[in-house]
């Protein structure tokens, strides 16, 4: 039985479409570094799954409203509205945040430096004393937490006790609403600090040894030398602590969390907790998502102003 002419010019076309597929294939793999998109394959497929969807997923939420139990409503530009009309909880979230980073980003740039300074110099035991401060950075965050929560305790806090000892009053270093931010603020401060100092020191490192020596040469006195050499050149690193710091204030969470759960009066209440509530206390996953977009995109202008008003092209 003859086969049908239809029939055998499909097949025909079928298998010259896999032979040109199969042809394309193998010059593409001869033309390019196969192990090398392998080795890159995991990491692709990381970013995708737990990065480029979920940035894509939560901007689809900024115009919806859902409580993860019923269907996504379609709301337009409602959460944005909200959010810059009628939220006045938000902008107090808003207001403590930056209250936090007033302290913290000058308290890290100094404690920063000058620790940075001390351990750059000829003293002894500096390898000990450099793992020192740097280990409560890789501390858990909520075991630092707890931790200064029974430091600042009114009653039986050991900084408290220290106090009652030389006669001066008890603090509520949690519980008045007019320091506990800056309570918070100090101890994110002491937390990150070896991170921070970490930074200094290889920016005191990578500053040429000659320049120090003809300075010298010149007369010119150590404090000269730290505000016209150091100071300048470690311009760049300092930026880096100034905007690292500000984008880990803005994600401001585990401390108030633990330690006040944004009390006393909203006083701690930052805006990624706030956050934290719309989303989980209440199920407002739309407007959750508003908000991390939001702050998202007034860290970004922040950052950029810093870079502006703050970066110097160093000099030798």
């Not at 969807?53 to 939560?58: D, H, Q, R, S, T």
């Not at 620790?115 to 500096?126: E, K």
């Not at 009066?265 to 509530?277: M, P, R």
């Amino acid at each position: 039985m003859r086969e049908h002419p239809a029939f055998s010019s499909r097949e025909g076309s079928t298998l010259s479409i896999r032979r040109a597929w199969s042809l394309l294939w193998r010059k593409w793999v001869r033309g390019h570094d196969t192990e090398g998109y392998l080795m890159v394959l995991p990491y692709l497929l990381h970013f995708l799954v737990f990065t480029a969807f979920p940035l894509a997923f939560a901007f689809v939420l900024v115009f919806h409203n859902w409580n993860i139990v019923t269907p996504m409503q379609w709301v337009g530009l409602r959460n944005l509205q909200r959010l810059f009309t009628r939220d006045a909880t938000f902008w107090l979230a808003l207001g403590n945040t930056l209250r936090f980073l007033s302290l913290h980003i000058p308290l890290q740039i100094a404690a920063a430096l000058l620790l940075g300074v001390i351990l750059n110099g000829r003293i002894r035991f500096r390898g000990f004393f450099r793992s020192v401060f740097f280990m409560p950075f890789v501390i858990s965050g909520t075991v630092v937490t707890i931790l200064w929560l029974h430091l600042y305790s009114t009653d039986a806090g050991i900084i408290n006790l220290l106090l009652t000892r030389v006669g001066l009053p008890r603090v509520g270093w949690l519980t008045d609403p007019d320091i506990a931010i800056y309570s918070i603020a100090v101890m994110a401060t002491w937390k990150n600090l070896g991170f921070y100092v970490v930074l200094v020191l290889a920016g005191l490192q990578s500053i040429p040894g000659y320049l120090y020596e003809a300075a010298a040469l010149d007369g010119a006195s150590s404090r000269q030398i730290f505000w016209k050499i150091t100071l300048p050149l470690l311009n760049p690193i300092l930026l880096l602590v100034v905007i690292l710091s500000t984008m880990g204030g803005f994600s401001l969470f585990i401390e108030p969390f633990v330690m006040t759960g944004g009390g006393p009066a909203d006083s701690t209440l930052s805006v990624y907790l706030y956050l934290y509530k719309q989303a989980f206390n209440f199920l407002r996953m739309g407007y959750a998502a508003t908000i991390g977009f939001v702050t998202a995109a007034m860290v970004l202008v922040v950052v950029l102003l810093q870079r502006r008003v703050l970066e110097r092209e160093p000099y030798y």
